[in-house]
């Protein structure tokens, strides 16, 4: 009887042992779904983070590019109208070249070539030099050809002040005026400055503020005699 006993006792608590494991088990069934739709929410939530973190990224780089697209399309700046290279034959005379003259008058080059319809510069390296001399007074005796019969304007330039431009027209009689370019700007862009230093004789006809006739690095005979037949020449063409 005892064994019995004891034989039953074991089954009970075998019994007993399994429904509890079958219990567990189920309780254990029942939080599974719980948890996969919380790990399910979790990997939702990281991968939408994931998202609007990389679209915030992927904004800022597009944003980032646009910006230096729009950099790189900046347009050049203008040249200033204040700038001019070397005229050339063709080329107008622009409009802000203002010179002194011997008796320190501001002298508006453009004003002055449409004035005189045909204008000669002849361009000397330095007053009362033995050359520059010898191409003033060529020009100061060809003055009433180019002027009276010719109906032509002529003018001197160089880089010196106005008090020595007065004495040279003093010394030597010219009648005509004698323009100052200390910075040699106008004698750069007519194409005659001498590198480093220095001032190439030459001389220029205008028409109508139109450079017509342009020669650089001449002799004293050959710039007076030669603008004055340049000077016929043109005057023929417009007869």
Do not use: W
């Not at 915030?56 to 109208?81: D, F, I, L, W």
């Not at 007053?127 to 032509?152: I, M, N, V, W």
């Not at 001197?156 to 106005?162: F, K």
């Amino acid at each position: 009887m005892c064994i019995e006993k004891q034989i039953k006792k074991m089954q009970l608590r075998s019994s007993t042992l399994q429904a509890t494991k079958r219990s567990a088990s189920a309780e254990t069934e029942k939080e599974h779904p719980a948890k996969k739709a919380r790990s399910t929410a979790r990997n939702g939530a990281r991968k939408v983070a994931v998202k609007k973190s990389n679209g915030k990224q992927a904004k800022a780089r597009n944003g980032a590019e646009k910006t230096n697209k729009e950099a790189a399309k900046v347009e050049p700046k203008k040249k200033s109208n204040k700038v001019f290279g070397e005229l050339e034959v063709g080329d107008g005379i622009p409009e802000n070249v203002v010179l002194e003259n011997q008796n320190s008058e501001k002298v508006n080059l453009l004003e002055l070539a449409k004035k005189a319809h045909i204008l000669v510069v002849f361009v000397y390296p330095r007053a009362s030099t033995p050359g520059c001399t010898r191409q003033a007074k060529g020009f100061r005796d060809e003055y009433e050809e180019l002027t009276k019969d010719l109906k032509a304007t002529v003018v001197g330039l160089s880089a010196d002040s106005p008090k020595a431009q007065q004495k040279f027209i003093d010394r030597q009689s010219l009648q005509y005026d004698l323009l100052c370019d200390p910075g040699r700007s106008l004698i750069t862009m007519l194409g005659c400055k001498k590198h480093p230093k220095g001032t190439v004789r030459s001389h220029f006809i205008f028409v109508d503020g139109v450079l017509r006739v342009k020669k650089v690095k001449v002799s004293p005979e050959v710039s007076y005699k030669g603008a004055l037949e340049q000077v016929y020449e043109l005057v023929n063409e417009q007869n």
